[in-house]
């Protein structure tokens, strides 16, 4: 089954190059002239335009970008004459950090918060969490984002308000760096698997083979625990996957915010430049990575339901 | 905390270079007091003249920017911007005073011959590269060579008047010159004569790694991340050091203000709109204008603005005093000509030539038998303090009859759309300025360099009779005669009203209290020479 959709990657890689190689005649502005200077002369920015090989036709053009991204090379940046391969393998790292920040701030407080308003329906203790989860969907992260940090780094010098220091360089440092920006990123989250949940779980709870369990004398926490939470955790699974995708575009407003050079950050400063290879090498990468990242998601399906190992 | 380190000393020791030749060496010290609401005027040098400050020499100084460089190799260098950067690692043969005042750097002194038709330099000694290579006469023709020859470069023509470069001895070299040398020295204090050493020039990394012979070397670059700048070890003059190191990070203007609230950064540009928060954090704040002017440039070749009546109209159509203090809250220097008060090229005579005067305009624009007025292509850069500025812009303009349409235009696509495809009539843009007072009026004012429709004069009209005083001008080196002739063009071309020229502005720097020596270049390109931390 992997290697099937493994296969299937291809086509879709394909695809997503075409788009890729194609911004450059949407977007506007001469890659030839960026580069050439503030004052070239007309001769001169001819001159780069050959190098850059931009007077080859269309197709020589194609065959040029995807076989040199089949080499993992994706171009250089115009502005910063860096290696795209190589930024987006820096700033790789900050963006993970902070999605799996998030991420683990929305499983601990999500799931927990789920099964509390799952295991007394209707009570005070529901009303109040699904009301949380509903604000907590609601608020914008970069307001969020700016009321802790105000709070918590500037006016108390808690956490760091901007900044990264990679886990090589020092662990603590590296896990206050995240804090803020993980709780900002995963609150929405967090509210949207708590919401998930609990519905989902509220059904398995109700189901008859709960109601055998319960009436064999099996515990409250195994009946939760082993039983209602594996299949009712299936659409959660599939939420987590959806919010790794909006993570990840999350996190472009929380790099810039906190001052994260991650691929977030990256992908703001060549937009803004239109440094159209390292827009290209964006597209490429977040496309790859979001696909991989549903490939998990749909593996450990076969984890938690056997029916669909099979398929 | 190690040594004492006496910033009287440092201040000793520029004063010494101070006395060395090229140019007027200017005196001017300026106030940069956070407590003024004027901002100041062209900066001095060091102003720190009160008690002596012990620094922390232990301390790494951070400082924060919107960018980094376009290339680490500065003969490539696509962008005005990068010298900030570029400086701290490469030196160049002429240095500049915060007013832009030329003194040694590589070069020691510089002497014209009696026809104008060569400049021997002489070179300090003892200098060498990042790399351990020797700085001398050779290293200087090699560097200059590739300037106006090398694959990529960017440079070339701001070196055509130099023929060739001729090794006189192993410290000193004769420039060969073809023409007007007026703007040379200049045009060496900036990214043009910034010294690479010769071992690297076949280096591919150098546009990331950079080799020059200046204060600190780059220890680790991080494009879009930081820059980490270390003490170079032989620097030719360890005065200039008086920290550990510097740190350049690439931030927003947001996250820029939270890390100089937090202290984690030590200086940075910020925003008008932010000014009050810094304040209120106990940031230091400094404001003064550089180079750099926001214009409505005109396409002379379009609409009715090849008549100098109707431009003259727009001229007096606009309340500059009124639009600084709306648009920038007061942060700014209304201004009809393209250099700021206190540079040498700015006209006393030009000051008064516009005022706001609608009545006036009508009249003009009536004797260019405009009396309905007319409509123009506006175009404006999508930036917020643009988008303001252009809707004042419009609405001054209306009251005179004349319709402004306004058009946005992306900021990465700005100058290539208005100076390359010639999209609109006219553009509200900004103008960073150049090493060279010559060269901003050559480039927006005479007829662009292939003779064609695109450049920075997108039209290509030029301004009557600006070339025959702009050859004046660079056939002289004397400073004093120069700085007449080049203030006699730029009331040439605010009499013609070549364009819309609105404000300077003086957008505010903030900086942590225990900054010292982190002075404001009129030239918008600090040099950082002596810049230190207090001792806490």
Known sequence: ?311 | MRTKKRLGAFIAVMAMFLGACGGDSGTENSNNDSSTTQPALAGGESTTTGPEVELDEDAIFVMSGAVGPTSFDPHKSASSFDNATLALTYDRLVHLTASSEPIPGLATSWELSDDNSSILFTLREDVTFHDGTPFNAEAVKANIERVKTVEGGTLSSQLDMVDTVEIVSDNSVLFKLNGSPGALILTLSDAAGMMVSPAAFENPKLALQPVGAGMYEVANYEPNGKIEYRPYADYWEPEAINVAGIDFLVQDSEARLNALREGTVHLGLIESSQEQSAEEAGLKIQKSPTLAFNHMQLNRARSEFGNPLVRQAMNYAIDREAIVDAVVNGNGIPSAQPFPPGYFAHSADAESIYSYNPEKARELLAEAGLADGFSFDFRVVALPEFEALGQVLQAQLAEVGIDAQITALSPADAAQSFYFRQEGDAALLPWGGRPDPSMTLELLYLENADGSAEGRNPGGVPIEGLEGVLNEANALTDADARAEKLQEATALVVEQAAELIVYFPTAPSAQNERVVGADRYLSGKPEYRGIGLAAE
Not at chain 1, 51 to 60: F, K, Q, R, S, T
């Open chain 1, 1 to 311: 089954m992997i290697g099937k959709r493994l296969l299937a990657l291809i086509p879709l890689m394909f695809f997503v190059t075409l788009i890729a190689f194609s911004l450059t005649f949407f977007v506007p502005g001469d890659p030839a002239i960026t580069l050439a200077g503030e004052d070239a002369s007309a001769d001169q920015v001819e001159k780069v335009r050959d190098e850059l090989g931009l007077n080859d036709p269309i197709y020589v053009q194609y065959g040029r970008f995807v076989s040199d991204l089949a080499q993992g090379d994706l171009g250089t940046s115009l502005i910063t004459k860096e290696p795209v391969t190589t930024a987006l393998m820096r700033g790789f790292p900050i963006t993970l950090s902070i999605t799996f920040g998030a991420l683990f701030v929305a499983v601990a407080i999500g799931i927990p918060a789920g099964i509390l308003a799952a295991s007394k329906p209707g009570s005070l203790i529901d009303r109040f969490a699904t009301l949380t989860a509903t604000i907590g969907v609601a608020v914008p992260s970069y307001w969020l984002a700016l009321v802790l940090i105000l709070q918590l780094a500037i006016y108390r010098n808690i956490f760091p308000a901007v900044g990264y220091t990679s886990f090589t360089d020092s662990p603590k440092e590296w896990v206050m760096h995240l804090i803020l920006p993980s709780i900002t990123l995963g609150t929405a989250a967090a509210a949207e698997i708590a919401r998930q949940l609990r519905g989902s779980l509220v059904e398995s709870l109700s189901q008859d083979y709960i109601r055998t369990a319960k009436s064999k004398g099996l515990s409250t926490t195994k009946i939760v625990g082993k039983h209602a939470l594996k299949n009712a955790s299936l659409p959660v699974v599939t939420v987590l996957g959806l919010q790794i995708s909006a993570l990840l575009g999350g996190t472009v407003i929380i790099e810039q915010i906190f001052g994260m050079p991650g691929i977030g950050s990256y992908a703001i400063r060549s937009v803004v430049a239109n440094d159209i290879p390292a827009i290209q090498g964006v597209v490429v990468f977040s496309v790859l990575i979001t696909v991989l990242a549903n490939l998990l998601v749909d593996i450990s399906y076969g984890y938690l339901n056997p029916k669909v190992r099979q398929a």
